[in-house]
Protein backbone atom coordinates (compact mmCIF):
# COMPACT_ATOMS: atom_id res chain seq x y z
CA UNK A 1 0.00 0.00 0.00
CA UNK A 2 0.87 3.50 -0.91
CA UNK A 3 1.77 5.93 2.05
CA UNK A 4 0.12 9.50 0.90
CA UNK A 5 -0.56 12.63 2.44
CA UNK A 6 -3.78 14.88 1.70
CA UNK A 7 -2.29 17.83 -0.27
CA UNK A 8 -3.59 19.23 -3.43
CA UNK A 9 -2.28 22.35 -5.44
CA UNK A 10 -3.42 24.16 -9.09
CA UNK A 11 -1.96 21.33 -10.50
CA UNK A 12 -1.67 18.32 -8.45
CA UNK A 13 -3.53 16.28 -6.16
CA UNK A 14 -2.35 12.77 -4.06
CA UNK A 15 -4.92 10.66 -3.02
CA UNK A 16 -4.90 9.87 0.99
CA UNK A 17 -4.47 5.96 1.69
CA UNK A 18 -8.16 5.49 2.26
CA UNK A 19 -8.67 6.90 -1.37
CA UNK A 20 -6.32 5.06 -3.31
CA UNK A 21 -7.82 1.45 -2.01
CA UNK A 22 -11.35 2.84 -2.27
CA UNK A 23 -9.98 3.99 -6.53
CA UNK A 24 -7.98 0.89 -6.87
CA UNK A 25 -11.36 -1.48 -5.38
CA UNK A 26 -13.99 0.30 -7.74
CA UNK A 27 -11.26 -0.61 -10.82
CA UNK A 28 -10.85 -4.17 -9.98
CA UNK A 29 -14.70 -4.39 -9.51
CA UNK A 30 -15.38 -2.72 -12.92
CA UNK A 31 -12.92 -4.51 -14.88
CA UNK A 32 -14.75 -8.16 -13.90
CA UNK A 33 -17.46 -6.97 -14.95
CA UNK A 34 -16.66 -5.73 -18.38
CA UNK A 35 -14.26 -7.47 -21.03
CA UNK A 36 -12.16 -4.93 -22.87
CA UNK A 37 -12.25 -1.07 -22.76
CA UNK A 38 -14.46 -0.84 -25.72
CA UNK A 39 -17.14 -2.61 -24.75
CA UNK A 40 -20.21 -0.78 -25.69
CA UNK A 41 -22.01 -1.92 -22.27
CA UNK A 42 -18.90 -0.59 -20.69
CA UNK A 43 -18.67 2.91 -22.22
CA UNK A 44 -22.63 2.98 -21.88
CA UNK A 45 -21.96 2.99 -18.37
CA UNK A 46 -19.08 5.08 -17.23
CA UNK A 47 -20.85 8.12 -16.13
CA UNK A 48 -22.50 6.38 -13.67
CA UNK A 49 -19.58 4.41 -12.75
CA UNK A 50 -17.54 7.34 -11.94
CA UNK A 51 -19.64 8.54 -9.92
CA UNK A 52 -17.75 6.52 -7.46
CA UNK A 53 -15.00 7.54 -7.35
CA UNK A 54 -13.62 9.87 -4.41
CA UNK A 55 -15.80 13.17 -4.03
CA UNK A 56 -12.51 15.38 -3.65
CA UNK A 57 -10.99 13.57 -6.93
CA UNK A 58 -14.17 14.39 -8.94
CA UNK A 59 -13.76 17.95 -7.43
CA UNK A 60 -10.68 18.31 -8.42
CA UNK A 61 -11.28 17.07 -12.01
CA UNK A 62 -14.27 19.20 -12.24
CA UNK A 63 -12.45 22.43 -11.36
CA UNK A 64 -9.74 21.42 -14.08
CA UNK A 65 -12.34 20.76 -16.85
CA UNK A 66 -13.69 24.28 -16.41
CA UNK A 67 -10.20 26.14 -16.73
CA UNK A 68 -10.07 26.73 -13.38
CA UNK A 69 -6.22 25.03 -12.52
CA UNK A 70 -3.67 24.94 -14.95
CA UNK A 71 -3.45 23.67 -18.41
CA UNK A 72 -2.27 20.33 -17.05
CA UNK A 73 -2.66 18.20 -13.51
CA UNK A 74 -1.59 15.18 -12.02
CA UNK A 75 -3.42 12.62 -9.82
CA UNK A 76 -0.82 10.87 -7.74
CA UNK A 77 -0.77 8.00 -4.90
CA UNK A 78 -2.51 5.16 -6.91
CA UNK A 79 -1.43 1.41 -6.16
CA UNK A 80 0.20 -0.42 -8.78
CA UNK A 81 0.34 -4.27 -8.46
CA UNK A 82 3.35 -5.22 -10.29
CA UNK A 83 2.64 -8.94 -10.07
CA UNK A 84 -0.50 -8.53 -11.67
CA UNK A 85 0.49 -5.84 -14.31
CA UNK A 86 3.63 -8.54 -15.36
CA UNK A 87 6.30 -7.44 -17.38
CA UNK A 88 6.41 -4.21 -19.81
CA UNK A 89 5.53 -5.38 -23.24
CA UNK A 90 7.88 -5.64 -26.09
CA UNK A 91 5.10 -4.68 -28.55
CA UNK A 92 1.67 -3.54 -28.49
CA UNK A 93 0.72 -5.93 -30.89
CA UNK A 94 2.33 -8.96 -29.09
CA UNK A 95 -0.97 -9.91 -26.19
CA UNK A 96 -4.65 -10.51 -26.77
CA UNK A 97 -6.61 -8.45 -24.61
CA UNK A 98 -7.22 -7.54 -21.75
CA UNK A 99 -4.54 -7.55 -20.26
CA UNK A 100 -3.42 -8.14 -16.53
CA UNK A 101 -3.41 -4.37 -16.32
CA UNK A 102 -6.97 -3.83 -17.52
CA UNK A 103 -7.77 -2.54 -13.78
CA UNK A 104 -5.54 0.39 -14.73
CA UNK A 105 -7.27 0.62 -18.60
CA UNK A 106 -10.62 1.04 -16.39
CA UNK A 107 -9.65 3.85 -14.47
CA UNK A 108 -8.56 5.75 -17.63
CA UNK A 109 -11.64 5.38 -18.63
CA UNK A 110 -13.26 6.32 -15.15
CA UNK A 111 -11.60 9.74 -15.30
CA UNK A 112 -12.19 10.28 -18.86
CA UNK A 113 -15.72 10.09 -18.32
CA UNK A 114 -15.58 12.77 -15.27
CA UNK A 115 -14.35 15.39 -18.78
CA UNK A 116 -15.86 14.11 -21.49
CA UNK A 117 -16.10 10.90 -23.57
CA UNK A 118 -13.01 8.53 -24.30
CA UNK A 119 -12.63 7.91 -27.91
CA UNK A 120 -9.70 6.61 -30.34
CA UNK A 121 -7.86 6.24 -33.55
CA UNK A 122 -8.89 3.56 -36.11
CA UNK A 123 -5.37 4.73 -37.87
CA UNK A 124 -3.60 4.44 -34.51
CA UNK A 125 -2.22 0.95 -32.56
CA UNK A 126 -4.84 -0.95 -34.70
CA UNK A 127 -7.97 1.27 -33.28
CA UNK A 128 -7.26 0.20 -29.37
CA UNK A 129 -9.13 2.74 -27.33
CA UNK A 130 -6.42 2.64 -25.00
CA UNK A 131 -3.16 3.08 -26.00
CA UNK A 132 0.20 1.83 -25.05
CA UNK A 133 3.41 4.14 -24.07
CA UNK A 134 6.34 2.04 -24.03
CA UNK A 135 9.93 1.58 -25.76
CA UNK A 136 9.53 -0.39 -28.84
CA UNK A 137 13.01 -1.56 -29.86
CA UNK A 138 12.57 -0.97 -33.79
CA UNK A 139 11.34 2.47 -32.81
CA UNK A 140 13.99 3.67 -30.94
CA UNK A 141 15.73 6.35 -33.32
CA UNK A 142 12.03 7.38 -33.86
CA UNK A 143 9.83 10.55 -33.12
CA UNK A 144 7.38 8.26 -31.93
CA UNK A 145 5.62 7.63 -28.03
CA UNK A 146 7.70 4.12 -28.62
CA UNK A 147 10.78 5.68 -28.88
CA UNK A 148 13.49 6.25 -26.66
CA UNK A 149 16.76 7.44 -27.43
CA UNK A 150 14.80 10.19 -29.77
CA UNK A 151 13.73 13.08 -27.86
CA UNK A 152 9.93 13.49 -28.50
CA UNK A 153 9.81 17.35 -29.71
CA UNK A 154 7.08 20.01 -28.02
CA UNK A 155 3.46 18.97 -30.04
CA UNK A 156 -0.52 18.92 -29.66
CA UNK A 157 -1.33 15.33 -29.49
CA UNK A 158 -2.83 14.73 -33.35
CA UNK A 159 -2.66 18.13 -33.94
CA UNK A 160 -3.10 17.53 -37.48
CA UNK A 161 -7.08 16.50 -37.17
CA UNK A 162 -9.98 19.23 -36.27
CA UNK A 163 -11.25 16.15 -34.31
CA UNK A 164 -8.35 15.91 -31.71
CA UNK A 165 -8.78 15.16 -28.43
CA UNK A 166 -9.77 18.08 -25.90
CA UNK A 167 -7.84 16.10 -23.16
CA UNK A 168 -5.06 13.77 -23.05
CA UNK A 169 -4.98 11.52 -19.92
CA UNK A 170 -1.76 9.50 -19.21
CA UNK A 171 -1.60 6.45 -16.60
CA UNK A 172 1.90 5.73 -15.22
CA UNK A 173 2.41 2.18 -15.00
CA UNK A 174 5.99 2.10 -13.99
CA UNK A 175 8.82 4.59 -14.76
CA UNK A 176 12.10 3.55 -13.12
CA UNK A 177 14.11 6.42 -14.52
CA UNK A 178 11.24 9.05 -13.64
CA UNK A 179 11.84 9.47 -17.42
CA UNK A 180 9.25 13.33 -17.27
CA UNK A 181 6.63 14.23 -19.71
CA UNK A 182 7.47 17.73 -20.69
CA UNK A 183 4.53 20.13 -20.32
CA UNK A 184 5.04 23.75 -21.66
CA UNK A 185 1.94 26.17 -21.24
CA UNK A 186 2.76 29.67 -21.93
CA UNK A 187 0.69 33.01 -22.17
CA UNK A 188 1.13 34.38 -26.02
CA UNK A 189 0.07 37.79 -25.08
CA UNK A 190 3.82 38.04 -24.17
CA UNK A 191 4.98 37.76 -28.05
CA UNK A 192 5.06 40.94 -30.14
CA UNK A 193 1.60 42.10 -31.00
CA UNK A 194 2.51 41.55 -35.23
CA UNK A 195 3.43 37.70 -34.17
CA UNK A 196 0.51 37.00 -32.48
CA UNK A 197 -1.79 38.22 -35.61
CA UNK A 198 0.30 36.02 -37.69
CA UNK A 199 -0.41 33.22 -35.61
CA UNK A 200 -4.20 33.63 -36.09
CA UNK A 201 -4.01 33.11 -39.51
CA UNK A 202 -3.90 30.14 -41.60
CA UNK A 203 -0.49 30.67 -42.44
CA UNK A 204 1.00 27.12 -41.48
CA UNK A 205 0.46 23.65 -42.73
CA UNK A 206 0.73 20.35 -40.26
CA UNK A 207 1.06 16.52 -41.71
CA UNK A 208 0.36 13.39 -39.01
CA UNK A 209 2.72 11.63 -37.16
CA UNK A 210 3.82 8.40 -38.48
CA UNK A 211 2.07 6.57 -35.69
CA UNK A 212 -0.73 6.74 -37.96
CA UNK A 213 0.52 5.30 -41.44
CA UNK A 214 0.17 2.01 -42.58
CA UNK A 215 3.57 0.53 -41.59
CA UNK A 216 3.21 1.53 -37.91
CA UNK A 217 -0.35 -0.51 -37.91
CA UNK A 218 -2.34 -3.39 -39.62
CA UNK A 219 -4.38 -3.05 -42.46
CA UNK A 220 -7.08 -5.98 -42.59
CA UNK A 221 -9.52 -5.06 -44.76
CA UNK A 222 -10.84 -2.77 -47.35
CA UNK A 223 -11.70 -0.44 -44.33
CA UNK A 224 -8.96 -0.49 -42.89
CA UNK A 225 -7.29 0.94 -46.42
CA UNK A 226 -10.17 3.62 -46.64
CA UNK A 227 -8.99 5.07 -43.19
CA UNK A 228 -5.26 5.06 -44.23
CA UNK A 229 -6.34 7.04 -47.50
CA UNK A 230 -7.81 10.08 -45.66
CA UNK A 231 -4.88 10.56 -43.39
CA UNK A 232 -3.24 10.45 -46.70
CA UNK A 233 -5.36 13.06 -47.98
CA UNK A 234 -4.58 15.48 -45.41
CA UNK A 235 -0.88 14.39 -45.84
CA UNK A 236 -1.35 15.55 -49.63
CA UNK A 237 -3.57 18.40 -48.96
CA UNK A 238 -1.81 20.68 -46.19
CA UNK A 239 -4.48 22.56 -46.07
CA UNK A 240 -3.30 26.34 -44.29
CA UNK A 241 -4.47 26.30 -40.47
CA UNK A 242 -3.85 28.72 -37.63
CA UNK A 243 -1.65 28.23 -34.59
CA UNK A 244 -3.49 29.94 -32.44
CA UNK A 245 -7.29 30.30 -32.19
CA UNK A 246 -10.59 31.28 -30.11
CA UNK A 247 -9.80 34.28 -27.61
CA UNK A 248 -7.03 37.18 -28.40
CA UNK A 249 -6.03 37.68 -24.42
CA UNK A 250 -6.57 33.90 -23.95
CA UNK A 251 -5.64 31.99 -27.09
CA UNK A 252 -6.32 28.16 -27.69
CA UNK A 253 -3.06 26.48 -28.96
CA UNK A 254 -2.33 23.98 -32.23
CA UNK A 255 1.23 23.30 -32.57
CA UNK A 256 4.20 20.86 -33.02
CA UNK A 257 7.54 21.61 -33.77
CA UNK A 258 8.26 18.37 -36.05
CA UNK A 259 5.35 18.11 -38.04
CA UNK A 260 4.01 21.28 -38.37
CA UNK A 261 5.71 24.82 -40.66
CA UNK A 262 5.12 27.93 -42.05
CA UNK A 263 3.69 27.71 -45.58
CA UNK A 264 6.63 27.42 -47.83
CA UNK A 265 8.02 31.16 -48.93
CA UNK A 266 6.03 32.87 -45.83
CA UNK A 267 8.52 34.20 -44.35
CA UNK A 268 6.70 36.50 -41.81
CA UNK A 269 5.17 33.34 -40.75
CA UNK A 270 8.03 31.09 -40.53
CA UNK A 271 9.08 34.28 -37.75
CA UNK A 272 6.22 33.95 -35.72
CA UNK A 273 6.14 30.06 -35.83
CA UNK A 274 9.65 30.53 -34.20
CA UNK A 275 8.82 33.02 -31.58
CA UNK A 276 6.02 30.71 -30.56
CA UNK A 277 8.34 27.87 -30.24
CA UNK A 278 10.72 29.77 -28.58
CA UNK A 279 8.14 31.09 -25.93
CA UNK A 280 7.23 27.48 -25.06
CA UNK A 281 10.49 26.62 -24.87
CA UNK A 282 11.04 28.74 -21.93
CA UNK A 283 8.07 27.59 -19.77
CA UNK A 284 8.86 23.61 -19.78
CA UNK A 285 7.58 22.05 -16.63
CA UNK A 286 9.21 18.34 -16.10
CA UNK A 287 6.75 16.13 -14.51
CA UNK A 288 8.17 12.64 -13.96
CA UNK A 289 5.53 10.79 -13.65
CA UNK A 290 5.69 7.70 -10.70
CA UNK A 291 4.40 4.56 -10.94
CA UNK A 292 0.64 5.11 -9.86
CA UNK A 293 0.58 8.99 -11.10
CA UNK A 294 -1.76 10.31 -13.79
CA UNK A 295 -1.30 12.99 -15.43
CA UNK A 296 -3.92 15.13 -17.01
CA UNK A 297 -3.43 17.77 -20.15
CA UNK A 298 -5.79 20.23 -22.03
CA UNK A 299 -4.88 19.20 -25.59
CA UNK A 300 -5.79 23.46 -26.36
CA UNK A 301 -3.95 24.96 -23.68
CA UNK A 302 -0.94 22.89 -22.96
CA UNK A 303 1.90 21.00 -25.69
CA UNK A 304 3.87 18.00 -24.38
CA UNK A 305 6.94 16.23 -25.56
CA UNK A 306 9.31 13.55 -23.62
CA UNK A 307 12.98 13.69 -23.17
CA UNK A 308 15.66 11.14 -24.57
CA UNK A 309 16.58 8.03 -22.11
CA UNK A 310 18.09 4.68 -22.79
CA UNK A 311 15.76 1.68 -22.93
CA UNK A 312 16.57 -1.43 -21.55
CA UNK A 313 14.11 -4.23 -22.76
CA UNK A 314 14.30 -6.35 -19.06
CA UNK A 315 10.62 -6.36 -18.36
CA UNK A 316 10.83 -3.35 -16.38
CA UNK A 317 11.21 0.39 -18.95
CA UNK A 318 8.89 2.70 -18.47
CA UNK A 319 5.34 2.01 -19.24
CA UNK A 320 2.59 4.45 -19.50
CA UNK A 321 -0.98 4.13 -20.45
CA UNK A 322 -2.81 6.84 -23.22
CA UNK A 323 -6.28 8.53 -23.37
CA UNK A 324 -7.87 10.35 -25.68
CA UNK A 325 -10.84 12.65 -24.62
CA UNK A 326 -13.64 15.15 -26.20
CA UNK A 327 -16.09 16.87 -24.72
CA UNK A 328 -18.24 16.56 -28.14
CA UNK A 329 -18.02 12.85 -29.87
CA UNK A 330 -21.27 13.99 -32.13
CA UNK A 331 -18.51 16.20 -33.53
CA UNK A 332 -17.06 12.87 -35.18
CA UNK A 333 -19.92 10.72 -36.13
CA UNK A 334 -18.89 11.33 -39.84
CA UNK A 335 -16.04 9.66 -39.33
CA UNK A 336 -17.10 7.01 -36.86
CA UNK A 337 -19.01 4.12 -38.60
CA UNK A 338 -21.61 3.34 -36.04
CA UNK A 339 -22.87 5.92 -33.50
CA UNK A 340 -21.67 3.79 -30.76
CA UNK A 341 -17.69 3.46 -32.26
CA UNK A 342 -15.33 5.63 -30.52
CA UNK A 343 -12.71 5.21 -33.29
CA UNK A 344 -12.59 8.29 -35.60
CA UNK A 345 -11.21 7.17 -38.98
Known sequence: MTTTTDTASRTGLRLTAGEAEETAALALDVSRRFTAADDAALLQELP??????????????????????????????????????GPTPVHWKDDTRPHGEFPEEILLLLYAA???EPFGWATQQDGHLVNDVFPIKEYEHQLLGTGSKKALTLHTEDAFHPYRADYIILASLRNPGRVP??????????????????????RFTIIPDSSHLPRNNTVRSEADRLHFESIEKIINERRPVSVLFGSRTAPLLRF??????????DEEAARAFAA???????????????AGEFAFLNNHRVVHGRSSFVARYDGFDRWLKRINVTHDLRRSRSLRRTTGSRLIG
Open 276 to 290: AHDLLSRNLHPVGLE
Open 181 to 202: VIVAEADFTELDRDDVAILFEE
Open 256 to 265: DASHMAAVEG
Open 114 to 116: LLG
Open 48 to 85: LLASGLPPRVQRFLRAFSLDQLNGFCTIAGHTVDEDRI
